[in-house]
């Protein structure tokens, strides 16, 4: 098994609309898929009941090989399961839009090197519009004209749209540099075992 | 001269061990628990870079998520599910390594993680409490600063006894007056939920504050915080009281008498709140919900409302009403129902469950109602037996079963058949989250157990009427039963 890249700093992919509010982590993957003592193998599990519809958008052959999901607002709210931002990593997802996040989630996220994108709700529409349908409705049957590509640049922190018109984003500052920079945030803690113990001296 | 500070500030302050500016802060977390289900890929990062468990002594771990609750005599040769079996052997062999106090399946201490910590007198006031678990934050009502983490952290956790955090922002929550007879902790939580929304904590700590908070017992107290996730907040917590300390006093791990540091903490006078929101207790009533998110709840002398708003919005209550088999303007009451669920670490402790069997005593469960009564923990299994409150379950009609998540998270056999609608008194109404295909109606042990006799959704206030004149209001009261 490859080991899961551990940086991200630009993609250029189309998007997969998965256009729901409250996508929780019961859906990205459900409680009978964290059995495993693993981290890898999980993406078949990614929304595997809503994958039972042969309607559902990852069903949907036009979307095989996209890397980023453009959803609604708090994705990822509910359980703690890091299984979630695996599952999607597995599942070849290396990015998702939202309005917003559940807080668990994006943290799990950004640990896992798939980049939590938050939006405005007017970015989102623009977005929407050109990535997904020229009017912005939300039609997830609808196939999609051509394939068009977002680029999302975590350097410059802008999603750039089919049009090459760009959105900024924020992303706090330290996941951004550990994501840039492939740092792996234990490392980092573990650089402050001096000042830990310290604490541990003051505090019994 | 400080400037005025809130309970999060103070429990913050004590933790912080480094404060970079742009740089999340190292914090350190007194206590870490740990089950079986999010903690295996931790253990093995851990020894994959050759690291062991800083602290054991901070540690306590237990089995609860995919353990089975059938059989008096559970032990672990009665689970017969192989990957549920390895995860919990890896739990048991990860524990025994690093020198881990576990409470194995069967064990007498067993029970779900937020049952026993508070149970065995490790959730003290003022600590930091982590879990790779989302409702950590029950263990707020002991005056902590307690949250759920992803299992990266969790090795994090196990390495350094340190999380890198940015400090949520403080939200108020206010409870004015005092709740009326037959509303309970759990329909304050869902009352908040349906006010400001599955997101509206996000970013936030909840602190609870107010008369209605300050009366409920700490078993209430337990459930709100124990909520405080399904409204996006991963943090929720009470300013311990002379409650608080009574609750802890002569607990097996607790420590003895009561620190002058603990009566300290509460936010001052004049602290400012990033956000407040006030609820007025006395005119809440029972609460049931009707989608597939915590926040679609409403009273259950109440319709399903109608679609509003814009599109997005509509799409989103019709999706969820077509996945629960529902119509707007159905009234709550009389909707049929096929399982009851009481338990889960929202209202699985002795309270919920003395609650619970105030309805059910002297009755029978409707014909072709399944009620499963779970509790939360083996020590609160033992009071309840010891009260005959598992007489009244099994004389009603329902299943008394040994402790774990249960149908909860159904990761351990007990579940409901596709389409199947339960009233649970759990605390999570996604799809699929009580198995493929379930409905679940989110609600406190009085309206579940009112449920469990009338086949069908059901305002418990006209029950406790009847059993309060015979039985002497007080069991029966909003405020849950005394505690162990
Ligand atoms: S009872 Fe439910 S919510 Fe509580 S820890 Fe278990 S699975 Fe999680």
Same mark, same amino acid.
């Given at each position: 098994?490859?080991?899961?890249?551990?940086?991200?700093?630009?993609?250029?992919?189309?998007?997969?609309?998965?256009?729901?509010?409250?996508?929780?982590?019961?859906?990205?993957?459900?409680?009978?898929?964290?059995?495993?003592?693993?981290?890898?193998?999980?993406?078949?599990?990614?929304?595997?009941?809503?994958?039972?519809?042969?309607?559902?958008?990852?069903?949907?052959?036009?979307?095989?090989?996209?890397?980023?999901?453009?959803?609604?607002?708090?994705?990822?709210?509910? +359980? +703690?399961?890091?299984?979630?931002?695996?599952?999607?990593?597995?599942?070849?997802?290396?990015?998702?839009?939202?309005?917003?996040?559940?807080?668990?989630?994006?943290?799990?996220?950004?640990?896992?090197?798939?980049?939590?994108?938050?939006?405005?709700?007017?970015?989102?529409?623009?977005?929407?519009?050109?990535?997904?349908?020229?009017?912005?409705?939300?039609?997830?049957?609808?196939?999609? +004209?051509?394939?068009?590509?977002?680029?999302?640049?975590?350097?410059?922190?802008?999603?750039?749209?089919?049009?090459?018109?760009?959105?900024?984003?924020?992303?706090?500052?330290?996941?951004?540099?550990?994501?840039?920079?492939?740092?792996?945030?234990?490392?980092?803690?573990?650089?402050?075992?001096?000042?830990?113990?310290?604490?541990?001296?003051?505090?019994? | 001269?400080?400037?005025?500070?809130?309970?999060?500030?103070?429990?913050?302050?004590?933790?912080?061990?480094?404060?970079?500016?742009?740089?999340?802060?190292?914090?350190?977390?007194?206590?870490?628990?740990?089950?079986?289900?999010?903690? %295996?890929?931790?253990?093995?990062?851990?020894?994959?870079?050759?690291?062991?468990?800083?602290? %054991?002594?901070?540690?306590?771990?237990?089995?609860?998520?995919?353990?089975?609750?059938?059989?008096?005599?559970?032990?672990?040769?009665?689970?017969?599910?192989?990957?549920?079996?390895?995860?919990?052997?890896?739990?048991? @062999?990860?524990?025994?390594?690093?020198?881990?106090?576990?409470?194995?399946?069967?064990?007498?201490?067993?029970?779900?993680?937020?049952?026993?910590?508070?149970?065995?007198?490790?959730?003290?006031?003022?600590?930091?409490?982590?879990?790779?678990?989302?409702?950590?934050?029950?263990?707020?009502?002991?005056?902590?600063?307690?949250?759920?983490?992803?299992?990266?952290?969790?090795?994090?956790?196990?390495?350094?006894?340190?999380?890198?955090?940015?400090?949520?922002?403080?939200?108020?929550?206010?409870?004015?007056?005092?709740?009326?007879?037959?509303?309970?902790?759990?329909?304050?939580?869902?009352?908040?939920?349906?006010?400001?929304?599955?997101?509206?904590?996000?970013?936030?700590?909840?602190?609870?504050?107010?008369?209605?908070?300050?009366?409920?017992?700490?078993?209430?107290?337990?459930?709100?915080?124990?909520?405080?996730?399904?409204?996006?907040?991963?943090?929720?917590?009470?300013? %311990?009281?002379?409650?608080?300390?009574?609750?802890?006093?002569?607990?097996?791990?607790?420590?003895?008498?009561?620190?002058?540091?603990?009566?300290?903490?509460?936010?001052?006078?004049?602290?400012?709140?990033?956000?407040?929101?006030?609820?007025?207790?006395?005119?809440?009533?029972?609460?049931?919900?009707?989608?597939?998110?915590?926040?679609?709840?409403?009273?259950?002398? @109440?319709?399903? %409302?109608?679609?509003?708003?814009?599109?997005?919005?509509?799409?989103?209550?019709?999706?969820?009403?077509?996945?629960?088999?529902?119509?707007?303007?159905?009234?709550?009451?009389?909707?049929?129902?096929?399982?009851?669920?009481?338990?889960?670490?929202?209202?699985?402790?002795?309270?919920?469950?003395?609650?619970?069997?105030?309805?059910?005593?002297?009755?029978?469960?409707?014909?072709?109602?399944?009620?499963?009564?779970?509790?939360?923990?083996? @020590?609160?299994?033992?009071?309840?037996?010891?009260?005959?409150?598992? @007489?009244?379950?099994?004389?009603?009609?329902?299943?008394?079963?040994?402790?774990?998540?249960?149908?909860?998270?159904?990761?351990?056999?007990?579940?409901?058949?596709?389409?199947?609608?339960?009233?649970?008194?759990?605390?999570?109404?996604?799809?699929?989250?009580?198995?493929?295909?379930?409905?679940?109606?989110?609600?406190?042990?009085?309206?579940?157990?009112?449920?469990?006799?009338?086949?069908?959704?059901?305002?418990?206030?006209?029950?406790?009427?009847?059993?309060?004149?015979?039985?002497?209001?007080?069991?029966?009261?909003?405020?849950?039963?005394?505690?162990?």
């Amino acid at each position: 098994m490859k080991e899961p890249e551990k940086s991200f700093v630009r993609l250029r992919s189309m998007v997969v609309p998965l256009l729901r509010d409250n996508v929780d982590t019961d859906q990205i993957i459900p409680a009978r898929f964290l059995k495993v003592t693993h981290r890898s193998s999980l993406g078949p599990a990614a929304f595997a009941d809503w994958r039972r519809d042969p309607a559902f958008v990852l069903e949907q052959e036009r979307y095989d090989g996209a890397q980023i999901l453009l959803t609604g607002e708090n994705f990822g709210c509910g +359980s +703690s399961r890091e299984h979630a931002a695996w599952a999607l990593r597995g599942a070849g997802f290396r990015a998702v839009i939202a309005t917003s996040f559940g807080d668990i989630f994006r943290q799990n996220a950004l640990k896992n090197a798939l980049l939590p994108v938050e939006l405005t709700p007017s970015q989102h529409e623009e977005l929407l519009a050109e990535a997904v349908g020229q009017d912005g409705v939300v039609d997830v049957e609808r196939p999609a +004209s051509g394939t068009p590509l977002v680029e999302i640049d975590l350097e410059r922190l802008v999603v750039t749209m089919p049009s090459g018109r760009d959105l900024p984003f924020d992303v706090d500052p330290f996941s951004r540099y550990c994501l840039l920079g492939g740092v792996d945030q234990l490392d980092y803690l573990l650089s402050f075992s001096k000042e830990i113990a310290n604490y541990e001296v003051d505090h019994g | 001269m400080t400037p005025p500070r809130t309970l999060l500030d103070k429990i913050w302050d004590a933790h912080e061990v480094t404060a970079k500016p742009e740089h999340p802060s190292v914090i350190y977390i007194d206590l870490h628990l740990i089950h079986e289900v999010t903690s %295996p890929q931790a253990f093995t990062g851990l020894q994959q870079r050759s690291l062991c468990v800083r602290r %054991p002594d901070r540690c306590l771990a237990t089995m609860d998520h995919s353990t089975p609750t059938f059989g008096q005599q559970a032990t672990s040769h009665a689970i017969t599910d192989a990957a549920a079996k390895t995860q919990l052997a890896r739990l048991t @062999e990860n524990c025994h390594r690093h020198g881990i106090t576990l409470y194995p399946h069967g064990s007498a201490e067993n029970g779900i993680v937020h049952v026993i910590g508070p149970e065995r007198g490790r959730t003290l006031p003022g600590m930091t409490i982590v879990c790779g678990d989302s409702h950590t934050s029950t263990h707020g009502a002991f005056g902590a600063l307690a949250f759920g983490i992803g299992t990266t952290e969790v090795e994090h956790v196990l390495a350094t006894q340190c999380l890198l955090q940015h400090k949520p922002a403080a939200y108020e929550v206010v409870f004015e007056n005092s709740l009326p007879p037959g509303v309970s902790a759990k329909d304050m939580a869902l009352a908040l939920i349906a006010k400001i929304g599955a997101d509206g904590g996000t970013g936030h700590a909840f602190e609870f504050r107010g008369q209605a908070v300050e009366e409920l017992d700490m078993e209430g107290r337990m459930t709100l915080c124990n909520m405080s996730i399904e409204a996006g907040a991963r943090a929720g917590m009470v300013a %311990p009281d002379a409650k608080t300390f009574a609750y802890l006093a002569g607990r097996p791990e607790a420590p003895k008498g009561v620190p002058a540091s603990w009566w300290r903490l509460n936010s001052d006078p004049d602290a400012t709140f990033a956000r407040s929101v006030t609820i007025d207790a006395s005119t809440l009533r029972p609460m049931v919900t009707f989608g597939t998110s915590p926040e679609m709840g409403i009273p259950v002398d @109440e319709e399903i %409302p109608t679609a509003k708003g814009d599109a997005a919005t509509r799409g989103k209550l019709e999706r969820a009403l077509e996945y629960m088999g529902l119509q707007s303007r159905q009234p709550m009451v009389g909707i049929a129902i096929d399982v009851v669920f009481i338990g889960s670490c929202t209202n699985g402790r002795l309270g919920d469950l003395r609650q619970a069997a105030s309805v059910l005593r002297g009755q029978k469960i409707a014909p072709k109602v399944r009620l499963l009564v779970v509790p939360g923990s083996m @020590e609160v299994k033992r009071l309840a037996e010891a009260e005959g409150l598992d @007489e009244v379950f099994i004389e009603a009609g329902g299943e008394w079963r040994t402790p774990g998540c249960s149908m909860c998270i159904a990761m351990n056999g007990d579940q409901l058949e596709p389409g199947q609608r339960a009233v649970s008194t759990s605390n999570r109404n996604f799809e699929g989250r009580q198995g493929p295909g379930s409905r679940t109606l989110l609600a406190s042990p009085l309206t579940a157990a009112a449920a469990a006799l009338h086949g069908a959704v059901a305002d418990p206030r006209p029950l406790l009427m009847s059993v309060g004149a015979s039985q002497g209001a007080e069991q029966v009261h909003g405020q849950q039963g005394g505690g162990a």
